[in-house]
């Protein structure tokens, strides 16, 4: 299994540590999924969506941690449902799941987009990991 780290261009002081985030917002078109299964067992608060256009209503009374978005292809509509992810984010770091290869033209394309990428199927450790290594603002797991 191959974990991405995505280089983020703010320098920040502090790193989060994976007792700091608590709720994670999955958009997931795949109801019980092994992704939600795996987060869940990983000791997270997770609410889940089937389709970005309904996170709106969740991620402005909820305040979740961090955004997993999962999506079977890269095509043209997967990369538009990660644009709309990001402007419903604001400010909300963003993992990326997915089957696909992710190629370096892609992941230059993602860089400051996402905080990580992580090929699926997804195990909790490696979850935990990416957690551990993201820098993310105190203020954002709080």
Avoid at 35 to 52: N, S, T
């Amino acid at each position: 299994m191959r974990t991405m780290q995505i280089e983020n261009k703010k320098t920040l002081t502090e790193k989060t540590t994976t007792d700091q985030i608590k709720k994670i917002l999955l958009i997931d078109h795949n109801k019980g999924s092994a992704l939600a299964a795996a987060l869940v067992q990983g000791g997270y608060d997770v609410m889940q969506c089937d389709a970005v256009q309904k996170a709106w209503c969740l991620v402005y009374p909820q305040r979740p941690h961090l955004i997993v978005i999962h999506l079977d292809n890269l095509d043209g509509a997967g990369l538009a449902d990660f644009q709309e992810c990001r402007a419903l984010a604001e400010g909300i770091p963003i993992i990326l799941a997915t089957c696909a290869q992710v190629n370096q033209t892609l992941a230059k394309v993602l860089q400051r987009r996402a905080a990580a990428i992580l090929d699926l199927p997804l195990m909790p450790a490696t979850f935990r990991e990416t957690l551990h290594d993201l820098e993310l603002p105190l203020a954002m797991t709080r």
